[in-house]
Structure formats: structure tokens, C-alpha cells
């Protein structure tokens, strides 16, 4: 753990938390998403530079991270559904949203609530939560994971080297 956490009684208590938060593997994939935004917020991690090499702009390429209420994700859509299947892909992409909006309501409140220090809500390190905590981040991170990753039964891994041997080298058209 971080040494600017120096309440490591409040922290622990954090973490033995973490087990009320999880009651679904769906609550699993969403606490990892929390973390690993919270992580990516750090002005130094030693964990994110590897991890943003297979998660930065993931989501442009996912049709479910598009925010319909924007100018830009509604343009991606438009040009998606005027594709032979694009309608069908939109209406799968707006039920997978759909789900993840779900998972948000379900967990992040509690979260915030219960892991107000792992989640920088408060202590020395604090974030704008309203800013890093948002539905289009969230989702944006969540698909994120879930396209980089494998699950066998009731486990899930994150298999960053394996997804990195997909794509080209950075500055290079994929």
C-alpha cells in the first residue's frame, strides 16, 4: 500500500469491506473497474503504464462505450446503423450499456460509501469523484476490461500480454 496511507486501521477496514460489496461476479468486474480508475487518477502508479498500454482507447473501437447524448457518439452510431447488421449490432451494444448502467447504480454508491479511502474520496490523496467517477468512464473502463479479458467458469483474468499480440506497435494503423 501506498506510505501516504498512514491510518492503515481505517484501510484495513476498507479492504475487509470489499467482500459485503461483492455479491455477484458482475459486482467483481465493477469493483475492478472502480480500482483501476482510481489507479489510473494516481500522478505516479507503478502499475498503470503497463496496464494503459492495453486499456488506452480501447473503448473508440467498442460500440457500447459510444454515449448516445453526444454529438460524437451519436455520429459513430448513425454510421454504424447504416451498415448492413448495424442496427442489430447498436441494439446489442445499448443492452450491454444497459447492463453496465445497472452494475454502476448497483456498486459505486455502496463503494464510494463503504471504500472512501482505497477510492480517494477521502485522505491525503483525494480525487473529484464527481469527475473520475462517472458513468462514461466507467464504462469506457469496464469495457475495457471485459474485451481484455478471459473467464473460465466463475474466475476472470486480465491477460494484458496476450491482448498486446493483437495490435500494432503504438504510432502504427491497426
Given at each position: 500500500l501506498d506510505?501516504?496511507?498512514?491510518?492503515?486501521?481505517?484501510?484495513?477496514v476498507e479492504i475487509q469491506a470489499i467482500s459485503s460489496l461483492v455479491a455477484a461476479p458482475a459486482d467483481e468486474r465493477?469493483?475492478?473497474?472502480l480500482l483501476m480508475l482510481?489507479?489510473?487518477?494516481r500522478t505516479s502508479s507503478p502499475l498503470m503504464p503497463y496496464t494503459m498500454s492495453f486499456l488506452r482507447s480501447a473503448?473508440?473501437?467498442i460500440p457500447s462505450a459510444w454515449d448516445p447524448t453526444t454529438a460524437e457518439g451519436a455520429s459513430r452510431r448513425r454510421g454504424i446503423v447504416a451498415?448492413?447488421?448495424g442496427a442489430a449490432l447498436i441494439t446489442a451494444a445499448d443492452e450491454i450499456r444497459k447492463v453496465m448502467s445497472e452494475n454502476y447504480a448497483a456498486l459505486v454508491p455502496r463503494a464510494?460509501?463503504?471504500l472512501p479511502?482505497?477510492?480517494g474520496v477521502t485522505g491525503l490523496d483525494q480525487v473529484d469523484v464527481a469527475e473520475l467517477y462517472t458513468f462514461q468512464r466507467f464504462a469506457e473502463m469496464w469495457l475495457a476490461i471485459r474485451s481484455r479479458s478471459f473467464q473460465n467458469g466463475a474466475h476472470g483474468v486480465l491477460v494484458p500480454l496476450a491482448c498486446l499480440m493483437n495490435h500494432p506497435v503504438e504510432g502504427e494503423e491497426s
Amino acid at each position: 500500500l501506498d506510505p501516504r496511507y498512514s491510518d492503515r486501521a481505517a484501510l484495513s477496514v476498507e479492504i475487509q469491506a470489499i467482500s459485503s460489496l461483492v455479491a455477484a461476479p458482475a459486482d467483481e468486474r465493477a469493483l475492478l473497474t472502480l480500482l483501476m480508475l482510481r489507479e489510473a487518477s494516481r500522478t505516479s502508479s507503478p502499475l498503470m503504464p503497463y496496464t494503459m498500454s492495453f486499456l488506452r482507447s480501447a473503448h473508440e473501437h467498442i460500440p457500447s462505450a459510444w454515449d448516445p447524448t453526444t454529438a460524437e457518439g451519436a455520429s459513430r452510431r448513425r454510421g454504424i446503423v447504416a451498415l448492413d447488421g448495424g442496427a442489430a449490432l447498436i441494439t446489442a451494444a445499448d443492452e450491454i450499456r444497459k447492463v453496465m448502467s445497472e452494475n454502476y447504480a448497483a456498486l459505486v454508491p455502496r463503494a464510494l460509501e463503504k471504500l472512501p479511502r482505497l477510492l480517494g474520496v477521502t485522505g491525503l490523496d483525494q480525487v473529484d469523484v464527481a469527475e473520475l467517477y462517472t458513468f462514461q468512464r466507467f464504462a469506457e473502463m469496464w469495457l475495457a476490461i471485459r474485451s481484455r479479458s478471459f473467464q473460465n467458469g466463475a474466475h476472470g483474468v486480465l491477460v494484458p500480454l496476450a491482448c498486446l499480440m493483437n495490435h500494432p506497435v503504438e504510432g502504427e494503423e491497426s
